[in-house]
């Protein structure tokens, strides 16, 4: 059929003309609300001094937003490859706030300038293909027109409504400088964090060691009895002391990362919590040591929120490595309602995947269950091929 967009195979193809005219025909019917979005967006900027104005252009951006969106999804399927939505991420509370995030969007200006040519000469090519199929003597330039006129119309809304490669350079740019602060902020607490860790744990013990030995080497003489009692409990600060040593050890790098990798590590992870956890998949070499550890406490992260706010019976770890992306995905039965804007937690987890380019996605519905998908961009080293040490 001509307006199928899948051939025989089940593979997405271009749409034939009669969808492409109904696209167009859609097009022509988008100018009212065009020309209201844009009397919305120009009034409200006018009036927002007398605060009247805020509303309205709430109102055109949602509407102007919404109908850009549409016409992403159209231009698409025109074109047949993917147009993205590259909007930056709204707050998830407070008018104003919102409001603030979508003027300071460059994607916003954009969507106005694609307004100016959708009701101008991007509205002009949809009504010429609309014109030449209702015309009798144009069915043959109908038939044959009809792509060629869409695509060009497909080709500068992806213009207009996506960002260009120098835009994408800045926004990489913006990314990773926020990112270095991220991390260079994450350093400074775990730095303060260490300090005090090291000041309340080994630090003290260690001094209630040094002055149990010193009181045994004055008793020693006079009472040797209490003398070896002193050496007893100086011993005993020992032990804990070397006990705290370890631990801070493991909360910097836990040596089984070292020694088993990630796969490793998150198995012996797995044991040492309160409920069951059930590992699955697995990684098919070493990553690098940063990116190993960083997915490690990643997970480490995520199931100590599970285990201490969501009252789960049972977690899970998938761990996996495909198309250049190092994956966990970690899921628990809890009650749900995870928020990364709501808890430090989850927004470490992000912060320090970001360092390394990578994301996080948090699915948890009130009720749950809650689904965390870590991925890191990773490539592993080649698996060492084994000749056989045989006779030719």
């Known amino acids: 059929m001509a307006g199928s967009e899948h051939d ?46 805020i509303p309205l252009v709430i109102a055109g951006l949602a509407a102007l937003r919404a109908i850009a969106q549409r016409q992403r999804r159209v231009a698409a399927r025109v074109l047949g490859s993917p147009v993205p939505t590259p909007y930056r991420p709204l707050p998830p509370h407070g008018v104003l706030p919102r409001l603030r995030t979508r003027a300071a969007d460059p994607m916003t200006w954009r969507d106005l300038l694609w307004l100016l040519w959708a009701i101008s000469y991007g509205w002009v090519l949809s009504l010429v293909v609309v014109v030449l199929l209702l015309a009798v003597v144009t069915g043959f330039l109908w038939w044959f027109g009809t792509g060629p006129l869409l695509r060009i119309r497909a080709l500068v809304d992806r213009g207009l409504l996506t960002y260009g490669s120098t835009e994408l350079l800045e926004r990489r740019v913006q990314v990773l400088a926020q990112s270095r602060a991220d991390v260079v902020d994450h350093s400074a607490a775990e730095l303060r964090r260490l300090e005090r860790d090291l000041h309340d744990g080994p630090q003290a013990r260690l001094v209630a060691l040094s002055m149990s030995l010193g009181m045994a080497e004055e008793m020693f003489d006079d009472d040797p009895e209490a003398a070896r009692r002193r050496v007893g409990e100086a011993r005993q600060a020992t032990t804990a002391a070397l006990g705290d040593l370890r631990s801070l050890v493991r909360g910097i790098h836990p040596p089984v990362l070292a020694d088993r990798g990630l796969d490793g590590a998150v198995r012996a992870l797995a044991l040492d919590l309160t409920i069951p956890v059930d590992v699955t998949g697995g990684v098919p070499g070493r990553a690098p040591a940063p990116v190993e550890s960083a997915l490690y406490f990643a997970v480490a992260e995520c199931l100590a929120n599970a285990t201490k706010h969501a009252r789960p019976t049972r977690a899970g770890v998938h761990l996996e490595h495909r198309d250049g992306l190092l994956r966990a995905t970690v899921t628990d039965d809890g009650i749900g309602g995870a928020d990364p804007d709501r808890g430090t937690g989850l927004r470490g987890v992000a912060r320090r995947l970001g360092a390394f380019d990578g994301r996080m996605e948090v699915s948890s519905p009130g009720g749950g269950p809650t689904v965390v998908s870590l991925e890191v961009p990773c490539a592993l080293p080649s698996p060492k091929t084994t000749h056989s040490s045989g006779p030719a």
């Open 8 to 53: 025989s195979g089940g593979e997405p193809s271009r749409p034939g003309p009669l969808r492409l005219t109904g696209y167009a025909a859609e097009q022509l019917l988008l100018l009212v609300p065009l020309l209201v979005t844009l009397v919305l967006v120009l009034v409200g900027a006018l009036l927002v001094v007398v605060w009247i104005g």
